[in-house]
């Protein structure tokens, strides 16, 4: 025997420990959060009694909380093999398979958990986050609804029901279920913070202002509440309290990329374009793989007429996030501008009505190469623009959307606003002239019939705002009251060009403002975009909101005056619009009313009414 070992055997054991006893020190420990403690207690005492129920318990749940998953997984099988109606071990079972990412398992043992204990709030709760880590939202919600019903004054049962509902896109939804958590627990910030968040989903910007206000009270330092307050000031058009907003987050975290690009944002929004530019580079330096970065530079160094850099980073739109452009796969290749000989080349739409029309001033260039090189092209579109680009586009086959055969030999596919990439690098490539898309002559000459009898005078289409009236696109529309200067002239016949329902509005203005805006009957000009080209295209002059209707209007060269932001992407850093020669485009700054805008155009028409 070595002289340590010597020494080990002359000191004084302590006397034996039961099992029992183990267990009392471990469960000692394991109130005090000392769960290493209480873990070695526990594997002692099963040394000592291998099936002691409780110590297989205990230890099970040591070790899930030291996150030890597995074990504690090993530790509550054996505990329910000896006792199967125990809720609180299958509860522990299901917590670890959970974090082992077994999410079937866990259901499983969750749900047991609860056919075994019907009121297991805490299993009925671990259930619902399983649930919506296995994607299935719907349950998940269901689950957090009943918990709510089980247990209403339970404030995160109300805030994990509106993560949910925020997850599902039901906004509105969300923003009841936080507000219940607040009623319940006033001082839970995540609450605060995650309903401002829903509310300006909601397009409830002022309140989601408060709320991320109310939110930074409770959490001063809060980068969430903070980036909400900033995009909600940015949504009400406080450019300047949202970028001192953003900066200080930038002086909390100056590696934070995304509070770098939200400056970028509204930078970018008071047309401080260079400043911009900086910082969404900055922001991409710090984090290359957001495509979100990549777009926002992308479209800022359009606006500041950076055409070659600006296309090549447009590809970013084909970003992972939902509200990004969804990337297709339709050919072999994406053409790149390689030789068409033999082949057949599909272009593909990808966002709205607007931008297939704007892009649309490039086809000519593709289909002239086709012809020359003896390719074929396929263009697609929206259905209700099929007839006036078969018209248009004669040489190309005209398709709706996804109407792709399988067996078809596509060699090469390109998405439409991917075209300007290639034939729009400078200013100098744009047509001189507009009027690339051809309506029906017959319909032309009979709509513009009909509106000759009004009267003499001007002929004046107007469109005065969009469809989608969300808060972060209010602000470049109008309402008709605002160009009342044009109202009951006898120089100037102003007929409706706007798409959607818009009769309550033109009668309100027609009886109380004495307007006097025409309709023309049978025509829809929602669904019937060519009847609205047609209509567009008989026009003197057309007023347009930045909308579809501006786009048909330079599509079929008819003059038009459109209003919105100053140094918008698509001006491509001139004054105007290079795509629509024939159109103007009057810009306004961000903290400038649009009602300057307004009074811009009507200058312009009652110059055009003089000399009409």
Same mark, same amino acid.
């Given at each position: 025997m070595t002289a340590k070992h010597t020494a080990l055997a002359s000191k004084k054991m302590p006397p034996h420990t039961n099992a029992n006893e183990l267990i009392q020190k471990g469960i000692l420990a394991h109130r005090q959060g000392k769960f290493v403690?209480?873990?070695?207690?526990?594997?002692k005492a099963l040394k000592k009694a291998p099936n002691e129920l409780a110590a297989l318990n205990l230890l099970a749940d040591a070790l899930l909380n030291l996150g030890k998953n597995t074990r504690a997984l090993e530790a509550a099988g054996r505990a329910i093999a000896l006792k199967p109606d125990m809720p609180s071990t299958w509860m522990v079972k299901g917590c670890a398979q959970r974090k082992l990412g077994k999410f079937d398992e866990a259901i499983a043992s969750l749900e047991k958990a609860l056919e075994l204990k019907p009121d297991y709030a805490d299993a009925l709760m671990t259930l619902a986050g399983t649930l919506r880590d296995a994607n299935n939202l719907d349950a998940a919600i269901d689950a957090y609804e009943d918990l709510v019903e089980m247990a209403p004054d339970m404030a995160m049962a109300h805030y994990n029901l509106g993560n949910a509902l925020v997850a599902d896109g039901q906004f509105d939804e969300a923003v009841i279920a936080f507000e219940d958590a607040i009623e319940h627990d006033p001082s839970h910030a995540p609450s605060h913070i995650n309903l401002a968040g829903a509310l300006h989903a909601s397009d409830r910007a002022d309140e989601a202002l408060t709320a991320s206000e109310q939110a930074l009270k409770l959490l001063p330092s809060s980068r969430s509440a903070m980036i909400n307050r900033g995009n909600a #000031?940015?949504? *009400? =058009? $406080?450019? +300047? !309290?949202?970028e001192e907003q953003y900066r200080t987050l930038i002086a909390n975290d100056k590696n934070d990329a995304t509070a770098h690009d939200l400056l970028g944002t509204v930078l970018q929004g008071q047309a401080q374009l260079e400043e911009a530019i900086a910082e969404y580079r900055t922001a991409i330096k710090l984090d290359s793989r957001e495509s979100l970065f990549r777009g926002d530079l992308a479209t800022a160094l359009l606006a500041n007429?950076? @055409? $070659? !850099?600006?296309?090549? *980073? /447009? +590809?970013? $739109?084909?970003g992972s996030n939902d509200d990004l452009v969804r990337r297709r796969k339709v050919g072999l290749a994406t053409w790149q501008g390689e030789s068409l000989a033999g082949k057949t080349l599909y272009i593909w739409r990808e966002q709205g009505v607007g931008d297939d029309l704007r892009f649309a001033s490039c086809f000519a260039d593709v289909i002239d190469r086709a012809k020359a090189e003896g390719g074929k092209v396929i263009i697609e579109t929206d259905p209700r623009l099929m007839t006036l680009y078969a018209r248009s586009f004669p040489f190309a086959e005209i398709r709706a959307e996804g109407d792709v055969k399988s067996e078809e030999d596509i060699h090469f596919d390109i998405p439409a606003g991917s075209l300007p990439g290639l034939f729009r690098l400078e200013i100098s490539?744009?047509?001189?002239?507009?009027? /690339? #898309?051809?309506?029906?002559?017959?319909? =032309? %000459?009979? #709509? &513009? !019939? !009909?509106i000759e009898g009004l009267g003499s005078g001007l002929k004046v289409g107007i469109?005065?705002?969009? &469809?989608?009236?969300?808060?972060?696109? $209010?602000?470049?529309?109008?309402? *008709?009251? %605002?160009?009342?200067d @044009?109202?009951?002239?006898?120089?100037i016949q102003l007929i409706n060009l706007q /798409?959607?329902?818009a009769d309550a509005e033109i009668e309100e203005a027609n009886?109380? *403002?004495g307007a006097n805006i025409y309709r023309v009957q049978g025509l829809d000009l929602m669904n019937d975009l060519d009847g609205a080209a047609a209509l567009t295209a008989a026009m003197d002059v057309v007023i347009s909101a930045p909308i579809s209707v501006s786009e048909i209007a330079g599509a079929v060269g008819c003059r038009c005056f459109t209003y919105g932001p100053h140094r918008h992407p698509m001006c491509l850093g001139t004054d105007h619009l290079p795509w629509h020669p024939e159109t103007t485009w009057i810009g306004g700054m961000w903290n400038a009313p649009l009602q300057q805008s307004v009074d811009k155009i009507v200058q312009e028409i009652n110059h055009l009414a003089a000399i009409d």
């Open positions: 403690d209480a873990t070695k207690a526990y594997e #000031l940015k949504t *009400l =058009v $406080r450019f +300047d !309290e949202a007429g950076s @055409l $070659r !850099e600006g296309w090549d *980073l /447009y +590809d970013a $739109r084909f490539q744009f047509p001189p002239k507009g009027g /690339y #898309l051809r309506p029906k002559q017959e319909q =032309v %000459e009979r #709509l &513009r !019939e !009909e469109a005065w705002r969009s &469809r989608n009236m969300a808060a972060t696109r $209010r602000r470049f529309y109008t309402d *008709l009251s %605002e160009w009342k @044009l109202f009951g002239r006898r120089d /798409y959607d329902t009886a109380e *403002l």
